[in-house]
């Protein structure tokens, strides 16, 4: 088939678009290193040149502004310098900005690269990476119908970089706008709320963020690996947990709740949690001994002492009900010994199914 590339390009200029996500700045110091600081063994840079780019979100709407397209960036930054100057920087390019939030609570993300003798010899993060608050999901949100109300896009572009804009409501709520008005939805997401875009329309995660949401271990790429991600992406649902696992709990659950008083109910599930969460939380002890340098979407939160205060907590509540109630810990000390062997039965059918 022919294809008149001309009209194509033409019939792509003639589209609005709309990218919403996280914006930053990428700033960039180039210098001469002819010595060493007297205060510490460190290079010092003379800075000859500074240059400030579009980052993030932003550079995927100049690339498709790159094609004459009519774009508009939805995200919220910070009122600071680096804000006005993203913004400039924008406008420069002929990207609508009208739609950016100015927040007092947030900083606008600055990735600041200082380059001498043609390397890279540092990157400083300027950022805050937590979630928007409730009132800025809001003011976001109605944005965006403001904007979809106003210029009738054809696409919008969700672009994920985790730094907090792309909260799970507000993704939720892109796509359920999208599909309400006939707006093509696509996502190109992160792991922190891969599982968070039912119904968008296109779905393009890199490989990476694929195999650590659906946790294959491989490296290998190659087609029986893609053809697994698909079967895996095909049955699990949306919080990334596998169907049958959920029918088990309901089963489990309605199985205790018909076989005594609410409170042995309590005391006997108490015990299962308490040693679930001990276990979880011991994990995070190993994983950085053996891990010390794997990536950590979630931080354990006054580590470690905190965490090391809980376990030895939930290990004496865990004594204690079974020195005084003797006859309910066990069931749940049956399941937890039961998961154990079920664990290395599917570790070693995943590390058989990749070596295959």
């Known amino acids: 088939m022919v294809h008149d590339l001309d009209k194509i390009f033409q019939d792509i200029a003639k589209l609005k678009v709309a990218v919403v996500g996280d914006v930053m700045l990428d700033t960039y110091w180039w210098g001469n290193v002819d010595r060493i600081s007297p205060e510490g063994p460190v290079p010092v840079v003379a800075v000859t040149k500074k240059e400030m780019r579009i980052g993030g979100a932003g550079n995927v709407g100049l690339n498709v502004r790159a094609l004459a397209t009519n774009v508009a960036i939805l995200s919220v930054i910070g009122k600071d310098d680096e804000g006005k100057q993203l913004k400039n920087l924008l406008q420069n390019n002929k990207i609508d900005t009208r739609f950016i939030l100015l927040?007092?609570?947030r900083m606008t993300t600055n990735k600041i690269r200082i380059i001498g003798r043609n390397q890279q010899m540092m990157r400083l993060d300027a950022e805050r990476s937590n979630d928007l608050e409730n009132a800025e999901e809001e003011q976001l949100i109605k944005h965006l119908e403001q904007y979809i109300?106003?210029?009738?896009?054809?696409v919008i572009i969700l672009q994920d970089y985790n730094k907090g804009v792309l909260t799970e409501r507000v993704i939720t709520k892109v796509i359920e706008l999208c599909n309400q008005n006939g707006i093509i939805s696509t996502a190109d997401p992160k792991r922190k709320n891969f599982f968070a875009y039912k119904n968008i329309a296109l779905f393009k995660p890199n490989l990476k963020e694929v195999k650590e949401s659906l946790h294959i271990l491989?490296?290998?790429?190659?087609?029986d690996l893609l053809s697994e991600i698909h079967q895996q992406a095909g049955t699990l649902n949306e919080n990334a947990v596998p169907s049958w696992a959920l029918w088990a709990q309901c089963i489990v659950a309605a199985i205790l709740c018909l076989s005594g008083k609410y409170g042995d109910l309590l005391d006997m599930i108490s015990f299962v949690v308490v040693i679930f969460y001990v276990l979880t939380i011991a994990g995070i002890f190993i994983l950085r001994k053996k891990r010390p340098d794997a990536e950590r979407p979630y931080k354990a939160f006054g580590y470690p002492v905190l965490p090391a205060i809980y376990i030895f907590m939930g290990i004496a509540f865990c004594i204690?009900?079974?020195i005084y109630k003797p006859q309910f810990p066990w069931p749940g000390l049956l399941i937890t010994l039961i998961g154990?062997?079920?664990?290395?039965?599917?570790?070693?059918?995943?590390?058989?199914?990749?070596?295959?």
Do not use: F, H
């Open 103 to 105: 927040s007092d609570k």
């Open 149 to 154: 109300q106003s210029e009738k896009p054809q």
């Open 218 to 223: 491989s490296e290998e790429v190659n087609k």
């Open 320 to 322: 204690l009900l079974i």
């Open 340 to 356: 154990i062997p079920l664990y290395y039965i599917a570790l070693s059918n995943k590390n058989k199914a990749n070596t295959v």
